[in-house]
C-alpha cells in the first residue's frame, strides 16, 4: 500500500524558474489537497481539487496553478517561482475511514528558492 | 474567518505523566475534528477523529469532545519520549465541506 507519494522530496531552484512538484496516490480518492507549512503559519492549503478535472482555490493560490487530469496525479506548478515561496510543501488526500473521511498525507516536498 | 487555536507550547512533561492538550475553534458548525502528530522533518499524521461530544479512547489517547464550550483535547497517558512532537488540532466545519481548518499546534516534550 504505498498511499501518496511526492516528488522531487528536495528541490532547490532560482528564482523566475518554473518548477512542478509532483503527488500521486494509489486510493483512487476524490479529494486532494495541496498545502504549504512555514514556521508560525502553520499548513496552509493552496489547491485542492475535488476530482479529475475539478480543481480550486484555498487560502494561498497565488503564484500557484494546478492539474488533474486523472484521479492519481495532482501536480503543483509554481510558475515563476519568488523566494516566498520557499517552504515545505504537503500532498494530503481523503480516505474514508467507517462514517468519516480523514485526510492522510504525503511525505512532503521541501523547496529552497534562491 | 473561522479559527482553531491552540497553545503554542512548548508544554513539557515527566515520563509517565499524562500529557494534556487543548484546541478551541470559532466555527460553531464544524462537525468533525481531528488530532494529527508531526515530528520534526516528517509529515503530519492522523492520531484520533472525534464527532461525537464525550470522550474517544485509542490506547495512550483521548479524545475529549465539548461542542458546547467549542472545545477539543487530547490526552496521552502514560507519556513516552517518543511522544514528543508537534500535535495538530484540525476542524471540519459542517455540510459537504472538505477542507480543514488547522491549528498552529502545541510542541511537546516528553522528558525522560
Known amino acids: 500500500d504505498a498511499g501518496i507519494t511526492q516528488s522531487p522530496r528536495y528541490k532547490i531552484t532560482e528564482t523566475g524558474r518554473q518548477v512542478t512538484l509532483m503527488c500521486h496516490q494509489t486510493?483512487?480518492?476524490?479529494?486532494m489537497f495541496w498545502y504549504r507549512q512555514d514556521l508560525g503559519h502553520g499548513l496552509r492549503l493552496i489547491y485542492y481539487s475535488a476530482a479529475a478535472d475539478i480543481t480550486d482555490k484555498g487560502e494561498v493560490p497565488d503564484g500557484y496553478v494546478v492539474s488533474r487530469s486523472k484521479t492519481e496525479n495532482f501536480p503543483l506548478t509554481l510558475e515563476s517561482a519568488t523566494r516566498s515561496q520557499t517552504s515545505v510543501y504537503f500532498c494530503?488526500?481523503?480516505?474514508?475511514?467507517?462514517?468519516?473521511?480523514?485526510?492522510?498525507f504525503g511525505p512532503g516536498t521541501r523547496l529552497l528558492v534562491l | 474567518q473561522k479559527e482553531v487555536e491552540q497553545n503554542s507550547g512548548p508544554l513539557s512533561v515527566p515520563e509517565g505523566a499524562i500529557a494534556s492538550l487543548n484546541c478551541t475553534y470559532s466555527?460553531?458548525?464544524?462537525?468533525?475534528f481531528f488530532w494529527y502528530r508531526q515530528y520534526s522533518g516528517k509529515s503530519p499524521e492522523l492520531i484520533m477523529f472525534i464527532y461525537s461530544n464525550g470522550d474517544k479512547e485509542d490506547g495512550r489517547f483521548t479524545a475529549q469532545l465539548n461542542k458546547a464550550s467549542q472545545y477539543v483535547s487530547l490526552l496521552i497517558r502514560d507519556s513516552q519520549p517518543s511522544d514528543s512532537a508537534t500535535y495538530l488540532c484540525a476542524v471540519k466545519g459542517d455540510g459537504n465541506n472538505r477542507k480543514l481548518i488547522w491549528g498552529l499546534g502545541t510542541s511537546l516534550a516528553v522528558n525522560p
Open positions: 466555527d460553531r458548525g464544524s462537525q468533525s
Open positions: 494530503a488526500s481523503n480516505r474514508l475511514e467507517g462514517p468519516q473521511e480523514t485526510q492522510y
Open positions: 486510493w483512487s480518492h476524490s479529494y
